[in-house]
Nanobody, 120 residues
Framework: QVQLVESGGGLVQAGGSLRLSCVAS????????MGWLRQAPGKERESVAS???????????DYADSVKGRFRISRDDAKNTVYLQMNSLTPEDTAVYYC??????????WGQGTQVTVSS
């Protein structure tokens, strides 16, 4: 059974940092795109960052404009884990953050989400 389990969320003051982790189990995701999405109250779920395999040991990361320069996605395939380092957090970053693993266009897996709350 495939599971994605996020951790690292919490309450932080504006300007602070958090590091989210997502541990995958049940299969290996080393060649698949993994990402972080978030959903704020009353808003649609949006992509924050993703990291995709490009062949060999090369991966490319993509970021939403709103987090560029502040967030960094990384992965440790030996641990089947993807991370999201979030710096310079603002109240607008408050949301539930979800980990996502895309196997095909019709098959993806989701974590249960972790709450991030940024106080002003």
């Amino acid at each position: 059974q495939v599971q994605l389990v996020e951790s690292g969320g919490g309450l932080v003051q504006a300007g602070g940092s958090l590091r989210l982790s997502c541990v995958a189990s049940g299969r290996t995701f080393s060649r698949y795109t993994m990402g972080w999405l978030r959903q704020a109250p009353g808003k649609e779920r949006e992509s924050v960052a993703s990291i995709r395999w490009s062949g060999g040991s090369v991966y490319y990361a993509d970021y939403a404009d709103s987090v560029k320069g502040r967030f960094r996605i990384s992965r440790d395939d030996a641990k089947n884990t993807v991370y999201l380092q979030m710096n310079s957090l603002t109240p607008e970053d408050t949301a539930v953050y979800y980990c996502n693993a895309v196997v095909t266009t019709t098959l993806s897996y989701w974590g249960q989400g972790t709450q991030v709350t940024v106080s002003s």
